[in-house]
């Protein structure tokens, strides 16, 4: 019985965003895939920071701005549409960089389950990104550990 590794569980096709994405589109990014967080990358590939939806809430309590998800699913009914401009253009002002968590916890691709598991459970993490050797070779959800424990063989 071996032991089960990031590397089993990760999803290696990752959806990154950069720093200079703006905050907007970057929401829009998280929604459309329906994932939680996205890691940053710059352009050498090295990860500088994860963008989660937690983050976006947080950018959202400092300005005062309709939410972004209303915003995005255009439901929002301004006085004018001049005033709804103007805060549009407030948060498109952000960028991923100002609202990411720098220096993200990470796990290496042969970090055990239980460490991954014990991470997200004690620390609220919802997203881990797998780095090694200083590169992004993938990521693992919540739901990705939810499924190996779903799947395990039961011991008795």
Do not use: W
């Amino acid at each position: 019985m071996t032991m089960t590794t990031a590397k089993d569980i990760m999803t290696t096709e990752v959806i990154t965003l950069t720093p200079e994405t703006d905050i907007v589109q970057a929401a829009k990014v998280l929604l459309d895939n329906g994932i939680n967080g996205a890691p940053v990358v710059d352009g050498q590939g090295r990860l500088t920071g994860i963008l989660c939806q937690s983050d976006l809430v947080v950018q959202q309590k400092r300005l005062p701005v309709p939410t972004i998800y209303t915003l995005l699913d255009g439901f929002v009914t301004f006085t004018s549409s001049k005033q709804m401009e103007k805060q549009v253009r407030k948060i498109a002002a952000l960028t991923v960089a100002e609202a990411m968590t720098p220096n993200p916890v990470t796990v290496k691709s042969d970090t055990g389950l239980e460490t991954i598991a014990g991470l997200m459970v004690d620390s609220h993490f919802h997203t881990l990104p797998v780095v090694d050797d200083g590169r992004l070779v993938g990521i693992i959800g919540k739901e990705d550990v939810l499924k190996t424990l779903l799947f395990a063989p039961k011991g008795h």
